[in-house]
T-cell receptor, first 111, second 114 residues
């Protein structure tokens, strides 16, 4: 079992819709969860991080964490074509101090 | 610019040659990470430093790869006797210490092996 899993996509949503990106992780002791956005040919850019169960909102982005289910998600409201990118889920935790990345989900927002 | 800086941006070399990349982290960050990323994959952890100490090295990493961070400032990643499979983007990231601190990435060095 891979440590961090994501649907590879591509996920296509129409402009203005909500995009929902999902991530599961294997280490139950994981403590910190990060979402990065990566445009083609560019390096990852931090969008949000979350540590506690529940929701965390920042503008059009909402991160949701459920530690019991070992699940973290990212919602993008009012999706824009500029949101088209690969979204990387990253996890760090008690059993390791480094950050492990998932394979990423490709999102395409259709005008 | 106070972000993470990586040099060179691109490196093209022949198989069997040695290459060295440099990373300058954000000045107040004591942690520095190296990742490798290939097309369609997420960044793959290679190694990381806390100040000058190399705390972990991926067991997937062959002994052709070595990294240093003298004096806890910039870091270098060297690949000896390069192989075709080493072609990838090499990313450096830095952060403040602790598992709750997000990482900030440089623009990466793209390595192409001929």
């Amino acid at each position: 079992q891979k440590e961090v899993e994501q649907n590879s996509g591509p996920l296509s949503v129409p402009e203005g819709a909500i995009a929902s990106l999902n991530c599961t992780y294997s280490d139950r002791g994981s403590q910190s969860f990060f979402w990065y956005r990566q445009y083609s040919g560019k390096s990852p850019e931090l969008i949000m991080f979350i540590y506690s169960n529940g929701d965390k909102e920042d503008g059009r982005f909402t991160a949701q964490l459920n530690k019991a289910s070992q699940y973290v998600s990212l919602l993008i409201r009012d999706s824009q074509p500029s949101d088209s990118a690969t979204y990387l889920c990253a996890v760090s935790g008690a059993s390791y101090d480094k950050v492990i990345f998932g394979p990423g989900t490709s999102l395409s927002v259709i005008p | 610019d106070t972000g993470v800086s990586q040099n060179p941006r691109h490196k093209i070399t022949k198989r069997g040659q040695n290459v060295t990349f440099r990373c300058d982290p954000i000045s107040e960050h004591n942690r520095l990470y190296w990742y490798r990323q290939t097309l369609g994959q997420g960044p793959e952890f290679l190694t990381y430093f806390q100040n000058e100490a190399q705390l972990e090295k991926s067991r997937l990493l062959s002994d052709r790869f070595s990294a240093e961070r003298p004096k806890g400032s910039f870091s270098t990643l060297e690949i000896q006797r390069t192989e075709q499979g080493d072609s990838a983007m090499y990313l450096c990231a830095s952060s403040l210490g602790g598992q709750y601190q997000p990482q900030h990435f440089g623009d990466g060095t793209r390595l192409s092996i001929l």
